[in-house]
């Protein structure tokens, strides 16, 4: 067993000898299941009542317009004040609101304005939270391991996001969305627990005699825009953010009304997703060592691209479930690669707002992403939605490929500085 744990373990997933951050991965673990339970019972819930896709990429837009405005305060915040403390009252808050939605729901109450309201309280939770758990890893297990550590992390978020679905569509088929949100509830109590046992040497940035926030953010700002990589890195992931990520919108619609389906091909393609999320995360995980590069980033994204263009095409859910496996693996390559780019190039002092961009173009522009989805879907379907999102995706991509090869040939840098 030992020799086993050696060569494996170790080898393959070193942040895992970390006991701050294995305690964290395990809270977590459990954590994410109910968190994408939720997820899918509340996008099931808001189409059961609405009937509108518009209505629907409104919800989504609401819940992330707060990160939208604030992100760049909450990098300020998360520089000034302990990361651990930080995420254990937005732990504590969001599972406070799973509680109360569960709770609308089980009195018969619930209404599609109650969920916009709790949604963008959660979306003011998560403006703060997920910045902070992404500048955390390199508390929990150095900056030597920070690839291997993100990589396992997203693999353990992938790992839900296939439980998750297929747990939540089984409990909304069998007894209704309330016990989604309600286990998502219970769901928090392991991350908080875990929270509470880690034991961690945080790095808060010094006090500067000028605390003037706006200050702080124009200077973030300014460094991330002097740094050509982390530049390049925010540019692709805006553009990944307002044109992929968009399944939250698109795969309900999809199963519904193209393949013609109920929610338990609608929990199995949310789960094929994440199946292929989590190959993908493993891959990244095991070649964690060779470091993240700019190349994995132009490549993943096209790939991607190229799969929403054919899921436009396919009418079976079969087929659909075999190319959002495709897509899931390439998607959380491009994303570790950004998040691990954007760390390891990051002086500790900007590190917290460098993230908050991120958690901006990421999270942030899903309102854009969402409302674009929303919008085409009801005009022309979901199926033309994927197909506009795919080839908008690759027409950027290429686009901001051809401005970086002009500027090497204007400024006659290596490629690697771009």
């Not at 459990?30 to 099931?44: E, R």
């Not at 300020?76 to 609308?104: C, E, G, H």
């Not at 953010?241 to 009304?257: A, W």
């Not at 479930?321 to 994303?335: K, P, R």
């Amino acid at each position: 067993m030992r020799k086993f744990y050696n060569t494996v373990v170790i080898a393959n997933f070193p942040a895992l000898t970390h006991d701050n951050f294995r305690i964290y991965w395990i809270g977590q673990c459990v954590s994410l299941i109910g968190t994408w339970a939720q997820s899918i019972g509340q996008t099931w819930l808001v189409l059961s009542l609405t009937g509108s896709p518009l209505l629907l990429g409104i919800l989504g837009a609401i819940q992330f317009l707060p990160i939208t405005i604030f992100s760049l305060f909450a990098g300020v915040i998360i520089d000034r004040y302990p990361k651990n403390k930080i995420i254990l009252i937005t732990q504590f808050t969001s599972m406070i609101l799973a509680f109360s939605l569960s709770a609308l729901v089980f009195t018969h109450t619930v209404r599609y304005e109650y969920i916009l309201i709790l949604a963008l309280i959660l979306g003011f939770s998560n403006t703060i939270d997920i910045p902070t758990r992404q500048a955390f890893m390199i508390e929990l297990a150095s900056k030597k391991d920070l690839m291997n550590a993100i990589a396992l992390n997203s693999a353990t978020f992938n790992l839900a996001r296939i439980l998750g679905p297929a747990i939540g569509a089984l409990i909304m088929a069998s007894f209704g969305a309330g016990w989604c949100f309600l286990l998502n509830g219970f769901s928090f109590m392991a991350v908080i627990a875990s929270l509470l046992r880690i034991e961690v040497t945080p790095y808060v940035r010094r006090k500067v005699s000028d605390n003037n926030m706006l200050k702080e953010i124009v200077d973030g700002l300014k460094y991330i825009a002097r740094e050509p990589i982390l530049l390049q890195t925010i540019i692709m992931v805006l553009i990944v953010g307002i044109f992929v990520f968009n399944f939250n919108i698109l795969i309900p619609v999809f199963t519904k009304n193209v393949l013609l389906q109920g929610e338990k091909v609608y929990g199995l393609l949310m789960s094929a997703l994440g199946a292929g999320s989590l190959v993908g995360a493993l891959i990244v995980s095991v070649r964690s060592k060779s470091g993240p590069k700019i190349k994995i980033l132009l490549r993943s994204s096209i790939m991607v691209s190229l799969t929403l263009i054919l899921i436009s095409f396919t009418r079976t859910y079969y087929f659909t479930a075999i190319l959002l496996v495709i897509t899931g693996i390439f998607n959380i390559w491009f994303s570790t690669t950004a998040n691990s780019t954007l760390q390891i190039t990051s002086e500790d002092e900007y590190r917290g707002r460098v993230m908050s961009v991120y958690s901006l173009v990421f999270a942030g522009a899903s309102p854009i992403g969402n409302m674009f989805a929303g919008l085409t879907t009801n005009m022309f379907g979901a199926n033309t939605s994927f197909l506009l999102c795919g080839v908008l995706t690759v027409i950027m991509i290429a686009l901001l490929k051809l401005l970086i090869k002009i500027k090497l040939n204007n400024k006659k840098l290596h490629p690697s500085q771009i």
